[in-house]
């Protein structure tokens, strides 16, 4: 809403834009006066339809050419589509003609920090202050170009004025929280949000960041305590319903973890992310029947949602239900085929399924894409043993220590296998190594190799004698 000249009273700014819109699917238009054209396309800008507000301001120009105002809209709209070059020409034909030196400066800034020239943004805002009455506007984006050049310091310094003057900036809030936390000072950030607190309870965006801040100096109580208060003074803050939720895991509380998120479903409308949070809190308390039933629902609020797949394929697979755990983890890995956690995943329930042939595939090209984790080639090569592979075995762990040299893990997994052949004295060497490496692993290598125990060079090895 905003004031109408002539009659002296209000007209309703989406009435006047679906005017503009019917009268443009018709063909037709009207004379607009200069406070009009600026609502119209100052509302196609603000709904990030610039491209619009661009048209409808050049539409604008042609009725007032000698607006400054509607060419310093246009420097304004020409930056945000990047479209710089435009921009500065129609700036530099402002010069000398246009005596709004704030929203000179403005323009000004605006473009040289498109351009990335943030320390000429930095001045420009600075003369910008000197003619305005509302300067809080200036300070915000004073401080997001310090942002960008990293002096957070300076940043804090005008974000802090800025709010000052305007408490309800959510936008300065998380700003400024977020230098505290570049800064690595959440001490500071602590004590500056109670500060504000002090001056703004009612701030639920305060409350939230102090809640973050106070949950990563390892202060969870606090930080539960102050999401409360963020919730309780506005319960459709699903942000802190969540940073809660998280909170409560941590602590181990999982049965409140999960109704935390279940209350957002109330507020927020029911996510495929916040159903899939639940089922992990069950699946933490062993309620897998629960479980199961919240990350099915994720899967049908988000089919995309690669995490719910894969943490069921894993309650599947432990349950020897094959068939399905085959079926979600192929699933989760179409979706995230970069995951190696859910590639090396499938090639386990794919061997444990009885399908070795898919097994091996995946195996090898896990190795191919460089995945190279000891457990995955000693896997493998047990793989290719079960199935009478046996030289192809020897060579997958041959080749992963030539890649992992100072893997215990492998050379005690070699050293049982050439033992098991009777190569004995290549046995002793590769066992004698792995016992250098690691000490604690003896236990690891019996419990693969338990006939080895009887076995009078191992003994002597292992000290069991």
């Not at 503009?20 to 009009?36: P, V």
């Not at 409350?207 to 409360?228: C, E, P």
């Not at 809660?244 to 998120?261: D, G, M, S, V």
């Not at 030539?402 to 009777?422: F, K, N, V, W």
Request: proline fraction near 2%.
């Amino acid at each position: 809403m905003f004031e109408d000249e002539n009659e002296d009273d209000f007209f309703n700014l989406l009435d006047l834009i679906d005017e503009f819109k019917r009268m443009e699917s018709a063909g037709q238009s009207r004379f607009y006066d200069l406070e009009e054209f600026e609502a119209i396309s100052d509302y196609f800008y603000e709904t990030g339809k610039s491209q619009k507000a661009l048209e409808v301001l050049e539409m604008a120009i042609d009725q007032h050419p000698y607006a400054s105002s509607l060419q310093l809209k246009k420097v304004q709209y020409l930056t945000s589509l990047d479209k710089t070059r435009e921009a500065s020409k129609v700036l530099k034909e402002l010069e000398g003609q246009v005596h709004d030196y704030y929203e000179m400066h403005m323009a000004r800034a605006g473009l040289y920090s498109k351009t990335g020239n943030h320390q000429k943004a930095i001045e420009q805002y600075r003369q910008a202050l000197a003619h305005t009455e509302f300067p809080e506007d200036v300070y915000h984006l004073l401080a997001l170009e310090y942002q960008l050049i990293g002096a957070y310091d300076k940043a804090l310094r005008y974000l802090k004025m800025s709010l000052a003057l305007y408490p309800e900036d959510e936008i300065a809030l998380y700003n400024l929280a977020l230098c505290y936390d570049l800064l690595e000072r959440p001490e500071q950030g602590i004590e500056y949000l109670e500060s504000f607190i002090d001056e703004n309870p009612y701030s639920e965006i305060a409350w939230y960041h102090l809640g973050l801040m106070q949950s990563k100096m390892g202060d969870n109580l606090q930080a539960l305590r102050s999401l409360d208060y963020a919730i309780l003074i506005d319960d459709y803050f699903s942000a802190a319903y969540y940073e809660k939720a998280r909170i409560l895991e941590q602590e181990f509380r999982y049965q409140e973890a999960a109704e935390t998120y279940q209350a957002t479903f109330e507020y927020d409308g029911a996510s495929g992310y916040g159903y899939y949070k639940t089922g992990l809190c069950y699946l933490r308390l062993g309620k897998n029947q629960q479980a199961e039933k919240y990350l099915n629902k994720a899967i049908q609020e988000d089919s995309e949602l690669e995490e719910a797949y894969y943490e069921l394929a894993l309650l599947k697979d432990e349950q020897k239900q094959w068939a399905e755990s085959l079926y979600l983890i192929n699933k989760a890995v179409e979706l995230d085929p970069e995951n190696w956690e859910y590639r090396h995943s499938s090639a386990m329930m794919h061997r444990r399924a009885g399908k070795l042939d898919e097994a091996v595939l995946i195996y090898t090209k896990l190795i191919e894409d460089e995945y190279y984790n000891a457990s995955t080639f000693t896997e493998y090569a047990q793989l290719l043993f079960d199935m009478c592979e046996f030289k192809q075995g020897m060579d997958v762990l041959y080749q992963a220590l030539e890649l992992i040299p100072d893997s215990s893990q492998l050379r005690y997994q070699l050293a049982g296998y050439l033992y098991t052949i009777e190569e004995q004295d290549e046995a002793a060497i590769y066992l004698q190594k792995a016992i250098a490496l690691d000490p604690g692993g003896k236990s690891f290598f019996l419990a693969l190799f338990p006939w080895l125990k009887k076995n009078p060079s191992v003994r002597l090895l292992l000290g069991l004698d």
